[in-house]
Protein backbone atom coordinates (compact mmCIF):
# COMPACT_ATOMS: atom_id res chain seq x y z
CA UNK A 1 0.00 0.00 0.00
CA UNK A 2 1.24 3.34 -1.13
CA UNK A 3 2.22 6.23 1.87
CA UNK A 4 -1.09 8.09 0.25
CA UNK A 5 -3.16 5.35 0.20
CA UNK A 6 -2.36 4.14 3.77
CA UNK A 7 -3.09 7.78 5.10
CA UNK A 8 -6.39 7.97 3.08
CA UNK A 9 -7.47 5.35 4.95
CA UNK A 10 -6.80 6.38 8.19
CA UNK A 11 -8.47 9.74 7.09
CA UNK A 12 -11.72 7.73 5.97
CA UNK A 13 -11.85 6.22 9.13
CA UNK A 14 -11.29 9.62 11.09
CA UNK A 15 -14.47 10.82 8.89
CA UNK A 16 -16.20 7.96 9.80
CA UNK A 17 -15.59 8.54 13.46
CA UNK A 18 -16.45 12.08 13.20
CA UNK A 19 -20.25 11.33 11.65
CA UNK A 20 -20.89 8.65 13.95
CA UNK A 21 -20.53 11.26 16.53
CA UNK A 22 -22.69 13.72 15.01
CA UNK A 23 -24.88 11.27 15.56
CA UNK A 24 -25.15 10.30 11.30
CA UNK A 25 -27.11 7.64 9.83
CA UNK A 26 -25.49 4.37 9.08
CA UNK A 27 -27.25 4.91 5.60
CA UNK A 28 -26.19 9.11 5.46
CA UNK A 29 -22.54 7.54 6.45
CA UNK A 30 -22.55 5.75 3.74
CA UNK A 31 -24.38 7.95 1.48
CA UNK A 32 -22.00 10.86 2.00
CA UNK A 33 -18.70 9.29 3.04
CA UNK A 34 -18.89 6.62 -0.06
CA UNK A 35 -18.04 3.57 2.33
CA UNK A 36 -19.18 0.37 2.73
CA UNK A 37 -21.18 -0.63 5.50
CA UNK A 38 -18.53 -2.90 6.92
CA UNK A 39 -16.33 -0.01 7.14
CA UNK A 40 -18.75 1.48 9.18
CA UNK A 41 -19.32 -1.28 11.31
CA UNK A 42 -15.74 -1.70 12.07
CA UNK A 43 -15.34 2.13 13.07
CA UNK A 44 -18.69 1.77 15.08
CA UNK A 45 -17.45 -1.24 16.98
CA UNK A 46 -14.01 0.70 18.06
CA UNK A 47 -15.19 4.11 19.13
CA UNK A 48 -17.99 2.04 21.21
CA UNK A 49 -21.12 3.56 19.55
CA UNK A 50 -23.19 1.27 18.10
CA UNK A 51 -25.76 2.36 15.15
CA UNK A 52 -28.82 1.73 17.78
CA UNK A 53 -27.45 4.77 19.01
CA UNK A 54 -27.46 7.00 15.97
CA UNK A 55 -30.26 9.50 16.30
CA UNK A 56 -29.71 11.15 13.07
CA UNK A 57 -27.88 14.41 12.69
CA UNK A 58 -27.09 15.96 15.81
CA UNK A 59 -24.12 17.46 17.40
CA UNK A 60 -23.63 18.63 20.75
CA UNK A 61 -21.33 21.75 19.27
CA UNK A 62 -20.05 23.71 16.29
CA UNK A 63 -16.59 21.65 15.98
CA UNK A 64 -18.68 17.91 16.27
CA UNK A 65 -21.21 19.60 13.30
CA UNK A 66 -18.45 20.35 11.37
CA UNK A 67 -16.58 17.61 11.76
CA UNK A 68 -19.91 15.64 10.81
CA UNK A 69 -20.35 17.30 7.29
CA UNK A 70 -16.69 17.17 5.81
CA UNK A 71 -15.00 14.43 3.77
CA UNK A 72 -11.59 14.49 2.97
CA UNK A 73 -10.89 13.89 -0.33
CA UNK A 74 -7.33 12.23 -1.81
CA UNK A 75 -5.96 15.33 -3.83
CA UNK A 76 -5.60 17.30 0.15
CA UNK A 77 -9.50 19.26 -0.18
CA UNK A 78 -11.81 18.87 2.46
CA UNK A 79 -14.74 18.12 0.60
CA UNK A 80 -18.09 20.08 2.39
CA UNK A 81 -20.82 17.40 2.36
CA UNK A 82 -23.72 18.77 4.33
CA UNK A 83 -26.10 21.42 3.90
CA UNK A 84 -25.71 24.28 1.35
CA UNK A 85 -27.85 27.77 0.81
CA UNK A 86 -29.90 28.34 -2.73
CA UNK A 87 -26.90 29.96 -3.09
CA UNK A 88 -24.38 27.77 -2.77
CA UNK A 89 -22.69 28.77 0.91
CA UNK A 90 -21.91 25.81 2.90
CA UNK A 91 -23.27 25.91 6.34
CA UNK A 92 -23.76 24.35 9.56
CA UNK A 93 -26.47 24.51 11.84
CA UNK A 94 -26.34 23.71 15.99
CA UNK A 95 -29.34 23.89 17.34
CA UNK A 96 -31.07 26.98 16.05
CA UNK A 97 -28.03 28.97 14.74
CA UNK A 98 -26.70 28.46 11.36
CA UNK A 99 -22.84 29.51 10.74
CA UNK A 100 -21.23 29.17 7.20
CA UNK A 101 -18.78 26.69 6.99
CA UNK A 102 -16.09 28.28 5.39
CA UNK A 103 -16.37 31.14 8.54
CA UNK A 104 -16.06 27.88 11.09
CA UNK A 105 -13.48 26.22 9.20
CA UNK A 106 -11.60 29.50 9.56
CA UNK A 107 -12.02 29.93 13.18
CA UNK A 108 -11.06 26.45 14.38
CA UNK A 109 -7.99 26.72 12.12
CA UNK A 110 -6.84 30.24 13.35
CA UNK A 111 -8.80 30.77 16.61
CA UNK A 112 -9.70 34.41 15.16
CA UNK A 113 -12.38 35.52 13.05
CA UNK A 114 -11.08 36.34 9.72
CA UNK A 115 -11.00 39.74 7.37
CA UNK A 116 -13.99 39.72 5.25
CA UNK A 117 -15.51 36.80 3.40
CA UNK A 118 -13.47 33.53 3.38
CA UNK A 119 -13.34 31.98 0.02
CA UNK A 120 -11.11 28.68 -1.27
CA UNK A 121 -8.46 29.34 -3.64
CA UNK A 122 -7.93 25.94 -4.90
CA UNK A 123 -10.72 25.51 -7.52
CA UNK A 124 -13.27 23.10 -5.68
CA UNK A 125 -16.27 25.49 -4.80
CA UNK A 126 -17.31 23.43 -1.55
CA UNK A 127 -13.43 22.81 -0.11
CA UNK A 128 -12.95 23.75 3.43
CA UNK A 129 -9.90 22.67 3.85
CA UNK A 130 -7.60 25.22 6.35
CA UNK A 131 -5.20 25.35 4.00
CA UNK A 132 -7.47 25.98 0.89
CA UNK A 133 -9.73 28.87 2.72
CA UNK A 134 -8.15 32.70 2.31
CA UNK A 135 -9.40 35.71 4.28
CA UNK A 136 -9.73 39.15 2.46
CA UNK A 137 -6.25 40.07 3.91
CA UNK A 138 -4.20 37.00 2.91
CA UNK A 139 -6.02 37.49 -1.09
CA UNK A 140 -4.91 41.24 -0.70
CA UNK A 141 -1.12 39.86 0.25
CA UNK A 142 -1.10 37.44 -2.20
CA UNK A 143 -2.51 39.59 -4.99
CA UNK A 144 0.63 41.94 -3.83
CA UNK A 145 2.81 38.92 -3.50
CA UNK A 146 1.59 37.94 -7.26
CA UNK A 147 2.20 41.47 -9.06
CA UNK A 148 5.65 41.79 -7.71
CA UNK A 149 6.79 38.26 -8.99
CA UNK A 150 4.62 39.01 -12.27
CA UNK A 151 3.79 42.65 -12.57
CA UNK A 152 0.53 44.04 -12.97
CA UNK A 153 -1.72 41.76 -14.87
CA UNK A 154 -4.96 41.68 -15.27
ZN1 LIG B 1 -9.36 22.53 -1.68
Redesign the pocket.
Known amino acids: MTDTRARMAVLVRADVAAHIRAGRLDDDIRRLLRVTTATIRDVRRQSGVGHRLARGFRPRSLEEAFWGSVRHLPD???LWVGDVTADGHPYVQVGKHLRSARLTAYRLAHGRAPHGPVL?W?G?GL?V?RE?LLDRHARDVLAVALTALYGDTP
Open positions: GHLPCLCDH
